[in-house]
């Protein structure tokens, strides 16, 4: 589904982002791990197309991530962000029904039967009956993140993106949204890349775990071939047990 090979970006001197070679599969659940800087967030960027100046090939379902207008990408790929804020005092129904812009005419911006019924899909979907007439701005971060799932939803891609978007959430939001997306991703068939900084949480989800460091890929496996004490040290720095979960059997990370 995305083949990428011989993928370079820098900003100036300071970063250099070099990916040989990666390969995601339809359907699989890819978790992008690694310390501050290590090209995470550049490389979700290029994919979702806000970067675009780096050199290199990356294959979307057979086609060139560069021939792909920005209405067209936004109907395979759709992104929930790390945090999001609009300067308009939008209710959350508005906010979710931007996910079917891509879709409409060039004549018309005007939500058609069948859009009408995939943003109510949505919302039922992420639990958000309750909040349909209630500002976005005055929704608490996990709320927050809840409607840009449901916005993501409704856009109905083959690929979703998680730009880290648990970052800012409580232990307890963040397992229910990700129990949400995990869910909806395994009933559907979406392919999932997400950028984690708990590497538990990222063992939890994922079919896949790819490290990063200083722009490239270090390593990219299961989460029992690339989560052990010898590779935690190397990456990040940090002394670590690596024990089994106690019903998933995959690895879970203690602090020493």
């Known amino acids: 589904m995305i083949n990428i090979k011989n993928l370079n970006f820098s900003y ?5 982002l070099n990916i040989e070679k990666l390969n995601i599969n339809p359907s699989e659940f890819v978790s992008i791990i690694g310390p501050n800087g290590a090209g ?3 490389l979700i960027k290029i994919l979702s197309g806000i970067i ?10 057979n086609s ?4 792909f207008s920005h209405k067209n990408l936004a109907k395979l790929i759709a992104v929930v962000p790390q945090e ?20 409409s005419s060039r004549f018309s911006i005007s939500e058609s039967k069948e859009d009408k019924e995939i943003i109510n899909n949505s919302i039922e979907q992420t639990d958000l009956n309750m909040y349909r007439g209630k500002k976005f701005s005055r929704l608490s971060g ?8 449901a916005r993501a939803f409704a ?3 083959d690929i979703l993106l998680l730009d880290e978007f648990s970052s800012h959430l409580d232990p307890g939001h963040s397992q229910i949204l990700l129990n949400l997306i995990h869910t909806f991703a395994k009933n559907k068939n979406k392919t999932v890349i997400s950028i984690f900084h708990d590497i538990n949480m990222a063992c939890l989800y994922s079919d896949r775990i790819i490290i990063m460091n ?13 989560i052990n004490k010898k590779i935690i040290k190397e990456i990040f720095n940090l002394n670590a047990h690596v024990i089994a979960h106690p019903t998933k059997k995959i690895p879970q990370i203690i602090f020493e």
Request: aromatic share 12%.
């Open 12 to 16: 100036g001197e300071n970063f250099k």
């Open 40 to 42: 995470k967030s550049t």
């Open 52 to 61: 675009k100046d780096y050199s290199g090939e990356i294959i979307l379902n």
């Open 64 to 67: 060139d991530l560069k021939n």
């Open 84 to 103: 999001f804020n609009t300067i308009f005092d939008f209710d959350i129904e508005s906010i979710i029904s931007t996910a079917r812009i891509p879709f």
């Open 142 to 149: 996990g709320e927050k993140q809840r409607v840009m799932i």
């Open 155 to 157: 856009q109905l891609t």
């Open 214 to 226: 200083h722009g490239f890929i270090m390593y990219d496996g299961k989460p029992a071939e690339v």
